[in-house]
């Protein structure tokens, strides 16, 4: 058989497995997969986060809301589904909610180092304090997924390049401030939810990196604890 016509058989074949899957569940492929009609474990809560009627039960519009949280922080498979990972990144932004103004209120960040840079693992979170007051933020960061983690405990920045250009994984690092052999405050163009997390770094939006580049400088400390969830 040709190349043409083994490719035709191939395609007949697919079409065949396909037929069944799509007159089960009354829509086309295409739709099949881009939006799911199941209702998640998670359901009720990604409801109640969304906004959406809190009922437990997947409709087109629930699966639309999903998918579009999913697509905007880079969840994947983004087909609408309430689960563990998505659950995950909406529980997360509560706790961020819930911090406030008052990211060092366990005292876990020192007071007594002047200007310095910490980083909550735990919450995600990082600020710019001087002594107990609160210089800037707290933000949202994205740090070391697992097996990259992003080292804890106290350190210093040691270098700082602006244009920044990884040499290992040859993507732009902008406002890079080093602390910790490879490991920096960079700006990333991905969502700061954007699951599993960064190879070490602790990423920010442009806005909060541009932000720390100009209250921070070479010989300033930084804080790192607690423990990045799924690592």
């Not at 994205?142 to 080292?151: L, P």
């Not at 490991?183 to 920010?204: D, I, K, T, Y």
Request: net charge positive.
């Amino acid at each position: 058989m040709g190349d043409i016509g083994r490719r035709g058989a191939i395609a007949l074949t697919v079409t065949g497995l396909l037929a069944p899957l799509t007159l089960a569940l009354g829509t086309t492929p295409a739709q099949a997969a881009s939006c799911t009609t199941s209702a998640g474990p998670y359901q009720k809560q990604v409801e109640k986060f969304l906004g959406r009627p809190v009922d437990g039960r997947q409709s087109a519009a629930d699966c639309r809301a999903i998918k579009a949280f999913q697509t905007k922080h880079g969840i994947s498979p983004n087909i609408g589904y309430a689960g563990s990972v998505t659950w995950g990144v909406m529980d997360l932004m509560n706790k961020q909610k819930a911090v406030g103004k008052n990211p060092n209120k366990a005292g876990k960040c020192p007071v007594n180092k002047g200007r310095i840079a910490c980083v909550d693992l735990t919450l995600q979170l990082s600020w710019i304090q001087d002594g107990s007051k609160l210089v800037y933020g707290p933000v949202p960061v994205r740090t070391g997924r697992d097996g990259y983690e992003t080292r804890t405990g106290l350190k210093k920045i040691y270098w700082r390049h602006i244009d920044h250009v990884s040499s290992i994984y040859h993507v732009p690092m902008p406002y890079s401030q080093f602390f910790d052999g490879g490991q920096a405050f960079h700006a990333a163009a991905v969502s700061m939810w954007n699951p599993p997390g960064s190879r070490g770094c602790v990423n920010l939006t442009k806005a909060d990196a541009k932000k720390y580049w100009s209250l921070l400088k070479k010989g300033d400390d930084v804080f790192v604890y607690g423990r990045k969830p799924g690592t």
